[in-house]
């Protein structure tokens, strides 16, 4: 298990490109591994299978040798192999010897010369098969150039050793041969009469191996060639723009300055490209952010210090004084100053929920007229009876629908926030006009029209700044940040937003310009 988890720190500890070699590595090691001993197996396969077809050939033949009485002697052995020759007719050579190791008989030459089945080696492995219980022992004998071992040193061993009366294989591998030979001594009457002898050129074997290994090696390389293009073009195309993203995203968390080549990454098709792309988005939005809440941070400050010095300053006069008047008086401030600061809280906070909301929202075909219609009678509930200002809905065709495409609730918060500006402007018994029209693009446009003070600044632009100052005398009912958020409202909906000053009487006129539905 501590081995284990080692060994999982250490591949985390790696880069991608690594950890992919470093894993193509020890597969490669395992499947080379398994490929030797897969070797190793095959030529002990390989001599089993014809060892097999030996020793059935010689129980049959021995069967036969028993059966007739055949003597081993040489003619009575030479005839015997003439009526059997078709038992031996895809083996190289059937050797009989009697007990003494001479020769008798030989399907080959039909030589008596014992020099005949000598073989001159440099290496000669001895390969004792058990067919019953499927075991190997193998010998090798590292012999002088100039030494040679026949047929009979071979049988010499095998009729000393425990194995006697057992078949018995051994393999004579020279530069230019492959020799598999298998032996096995005649019983009759518990004595014995001589050895049987199937010698075959097996040089298949040797093919078959060194084909084996020469396409493990050629796929071995093929393999490698693969590896080493696939981790160039992993790095070059994958893991090379992945690091220079890290980079981006660090220069990014450290402010810094320096160049990124994030603008060729974005030119990708790919899904490198994507990310590249969402990422400096992302970044890009995450700075605005970062940026507008600084700015708003700074200016929120510098709002509520003023009230606060109010308060403060009213504080300590009500503590001094009193006199019961100039006491209402100051807890009229304080209560002003409260209302102020409280405003000024929850619009922020609502300003930061609603940012977050935006970009979950989805818009929707939707109809201005009848949103229009239900903020409107909400605001005549309440202001015309409290401050007799009666709110007046109008449109071009009582039939006709103004379609835009939009998210319902902002909208009406759109309206309401316009509305709720103008009723801060004007004094009791005005009319304020919501007018809904189309212009000859087909686009809604969306009117607001007081009766008011107005706007002092000749550049309009400055009233949708955040704590807009021309305000009211009871500005403790509200923030400054209605109109802000008005302006934001409509920059979501891709439409824009103009405010001017009636011409023929006093007040203001706001206009929104939707965008074709």
């Not at 600061?341 to 922020?348: A, G, P, S, V």
């Not at 909400?378 to 015309?384: A, K, L, R, T, V």
């Not at 008005?486 to 929104?512: P, R």
Request: charged fraction near 30%.
């Amino acid at each position: 298990m501590e081995c284990w988890l080692m060994f999982s720190d250490f591949l985390k500890s790696l880069s991608i490109l690594k950890k992919f070699l470093f894993i193509n590595l020890l597969i490669f090691l395992v499947i080379g591994s398994l490929t030797l001993l897969y070797i190793g197996s095959v030529k002990p396969n390989l001599i089993k299978n014809k060892t097999s077809k030996h020793i059935q050939i010689i129980n049959n033949t021995i069967e036969h040798i028993l059966r007739l009485n055949i003597k081993f002697e040489e003619n009575d052995v030479r005839k015997f192999l003439f009526s059997t020759r078709f038992l031996f007719q895809n083996l190289d050579r059937v050797i009989l010897l009697d007990n003494q190791f001479n020769l008798v008989g030989d399907t080959d030459t039909l030589d008596l010369d014992p020099r005949s089945f000598s073989n001159r080696l440099d290496i000669v492995q001895l390969e004792i098969l058990d067919e019953k219980i499927s075991k190997k022992i193998i010998e090798t004998k590292n012999l002088d150039k100039e030494k040679t071992i026949s047929l009979k040193d071979i049988l010499t061993d095998y009729s000393q050793s425990r194995d006697y009366g057992k078949p018995f294989t051994f393999t004579q591998e020279g530069y230019d041969q492959f020799l598999l030979t298998t032996v096995k001594s005649v019983i009759l009457d518990g004595n014995n009469i001589g050895y049987l002898a199937i010698s075959e050129n097996a040089n298949d074997i040797r093919s078959a191996i060194n084909e084996r290994k020469t396409f493990i090696l050629r796929t071995a390389i093929f393999v490698g060639i693969v590896i080493f293009i696939f981790s160039f073009v992993l790095n070059k195309y994958f893991l090379k723009p992945i690091k220079n993203l890290v980079a981006y995203t660090k220069i990014i968390k450290e402010k810094s300055r320096k160049k990124t080549n994030i603008h060729e990454l974005k030119k990708r098709n790919d899904e490198l490209g994507t990310l590249s792309t969402s990422l400096d988005d992302m970044t890009n939005e995450l700075q605005k952010r970062i940026s507008h809440a600084e700015n708003f941070s700074t200016d929120l400050v510098h709002e509520i210090r003023n009230p606060l010095t109010s308060l403060k300053s009213a504080t300590e006069i009500l503590y001094e004084t009193e006199n019961q008047e100039q006491r209402k008086k100051l807890i009229d401030i304080l209560n002003h100053d409260v209302q102020r600061i409280e405003r000024l809280i929850t619009d922020y906070s609502q300003m930061l929920k609603d940012e977050v909301a935006l970009s979950k929202e989805k818009m929707k075909k939707i109809n201005l007229k009848l949103i229009a219609r239900s903020v409107v009678d909400d605001f005549n509930n309440i202001y015309e009876a409290k401050r007799g200002i009666q709110i007046i809905l109008k449109h071009s065709n009582g039939q006709e629908e103004y379609f835009i495409n939009g998210i319902e609730n902002r909208i009406e918060q759109i309206i309401a926030n316009l509305l709720d500006n103008s009723i801060s402007f004007s004094d009791n018994n005005k009319k304020i006009l919501v007018e809904i029209s189309k212009n000859e693009r087909a686009k809604v446009i969306l009117k607001v029209i007081d009766e008011g003070k107005g706007f002092k600044e000749t550049n309009t632009k400055k009233i949708f700044d955040r704590f807009y100052s021309n305000r009211p005398d009871n500005f403790g009912e509200h923030s400054g940040l209605g109109l802000n958020i008005v302006k934001n409202l409509v920059d979501l909906h891709g439409a824009t937003i103009y405010a001017s000053n009636n011409i023929i009487q006093e007040g203001a006129n706001m206009e929104i310009t939707f965008p074709k539905a």
